[in-house]
């Protein structure tokens, strides 16, 4: 089975722009978590889509949000991006029945 | 407000020798716990976890303890290899629905294993 992908896996914006990053799971995975890794903070929960819904939401401003697609596929979006949302950005899917997630190698992104 | 604590942000041990990661979770609604290797430039990678109606599980060279009462997981890796040498994730989370889809993750701990 092919693992979790994610596109692009670099990427360089500028203050104030936004971005899109694509996530598909492994194939009958139904849910998609999203995840930051940034070097103080570590891993943190952006939020679970499952069957096209945002079931779960961490505690990030509204400029983040997603979208999940009838084939499961997820979209993240971070619209005026500031300085500290460089980071690793992190797609993870599961069955959704709280089994383990499996991680996809990332999207690092750079705000300059 | 830190739910899950690695407090020990790296670990050096030799090879062939013991390696015991450590980890602390405050929430009690934690009921069930993984382990994730995680390398540069790499997504984390699942290692093995524990539902908490267990206080062992085994796969291979990794054990993971759990002690409810104390809130307390561990991560043995016997006997420790080279190619161990990564950030060894703790995570927790709330199985049955709801809020609990999300994985709450410790900052890491930095393992090498020398040769």
């Known amino acids: 089975k092919a693992g979790v992908t994610q596109t692009p896996r670099y990427l360089i914006k500028t203050r104030g722009q936004q971005v899109t990053l694509s996530c598909s799971p492994i194939?009958?995975?139904?849910?998609v978590s999203w995840y930051q890794q940034t070097p103080g903070q570590g891993l943190q929960f952006l939020f679970e889509?499952?069957?096209?819904?945002?079931?779960n939401k961490g505690n990030f401003p509204g400029r983040f949000s997603g979208r999940q697609f009838s084939n499961s596929r997820s979209e993240m979006n971070v619209s005026t991006l500031e300085l500290g949302d460089s980071a690793l950005y992190l797609c993870?899917?599961?069955?959704?029945?709280?089994?383990?997630?499996?991680f996809g190698p990332g999207t690092r992104l750079t705000v300059l | 407000d830190q739910q899950v604590k690695q407090n020990s942000p790296s670990l050096s041990v030799q090879e062939g020798r013991i390696s015991i990661l450590n980890c602390d979770y405050t929430?009690?609604?934690?009921?069930?716990f993984l382990w994730y290797k995680k390398y540069p430039a790499e997504g984390p990678t699942f290692l093995i976890s524990?539902?908490?109606?267990?206080d062992k599980n085994e796969d291979g060279r990794f054990t993971v303890f759990l002690n409810k009462s104390a809130k307390h997981l561990s991560l043995h890796i016997v006997p420790s290899q080279p190619g161990d040498s990564a950030v060894y994730f703790c995570?927790?989370?709330?199985?049955?629905?709801?809020?609990?889809?999300?994985?709450?993750f410790g900052k890491g701990t930095l393992l090498t294993v020398n040769p």
């Open positions: 194939s009958g995975h139904r849910s």
């Open positions: 889509y499952f069957s096209e819904t945002q079931r």
């Open positions: 995570a927790a989370s709330g199985v049955g629905g709801g809020s609990n889809y999300k994985l709450t």
């Open positions: 993870a899917s599961s069955l959704g029945d709280g089994n383990e997630q499996f």
């Open positions: 524990i539902s908490s109606i267990k």
């Open positions: 929430n009690s609604m934690f009921d069930y």
